[in-house]
C-alpha cells in the first residue's frame, strides 16, 4: 500500500523556523508532482507549494520568499522548510503527491495524515 507520512510539525515561536518531511513508501515506480496544502483552523484547505519531479518549484503568494520545497528523489521524500514564521501559519499541513504504483501498475494521488504547526507570539 503506497502512502506518505508526514513529520516536522510541532509548536514554535513567532520568527522562529521549522522543517517539514513527508516519506511515501510502498510499491512505487515513481512519483510525478509533490504538493504541500495547509488548513488552518476554520479555514479551507490551500495549496502552498509544489514540486515536479525535476524540481520545478511553485508557490502560493502568501508563502514566497519564506517557504521553499524541495525533495529526495532517491528517498521518495519531499520537504518543507518554513522561516520566519507568522501565526497565520498556524494549521495542519498535508503532502500529497501523484504516484504510480507497480502492482497493480496505477496512478494514485495520496494524501498524508497531517502534521500540526502550531506559532505562538
Known amino acids: 500500500q503506497v502512502q506518505l507520512v508526514e513529520s516536522g510539525g510541532g509548536l514554535v515561536q513567532a520568527g522562529g523556523s521549522l522543517r517539514l518531511s513527508c516519506a511515501a513508501s510502498g510499491s512505487i515506480v515513481r512519483i510525478n508532482d509533490m504538493r504541500w496544502y495547509r488548513q488552518a483552523p476554520g479555514k479551507q484547505r490551500e495549496l502552498v507549494a509544489t514540486i515536479t519531479s525535476g524540481g520545478s518549484t511553485n508557490y502560493a503568494d502568501s508563502v514566497k520568499g519564506r517557504f521553499t520545497v524541495s525533495r529526495d528523489n532517491a528517498k521518495n521524500t519531499v520537504y518543507l522548510q518554513i522561516n520566519s514564521l507568522v501565526a497565520e501559519d498556524t494549521a495542519v499541513y498535508y503532502c500529497?503527491?501523484?504516484?504510480?504504483?507497480?502492482?497493480?501498475?496505477?496512478?494514485?494521488?495520496?494524501w498524508g495524515q497531517g502534521t500540526l504547526v502550531i506559532v505562538s507570539s
Open positions: 500529497n503527491a501523484d504516484i504510480w504504483e507497480h502492482s497493480p501498475y496505477r496512478r494514485l494521488e495520496v
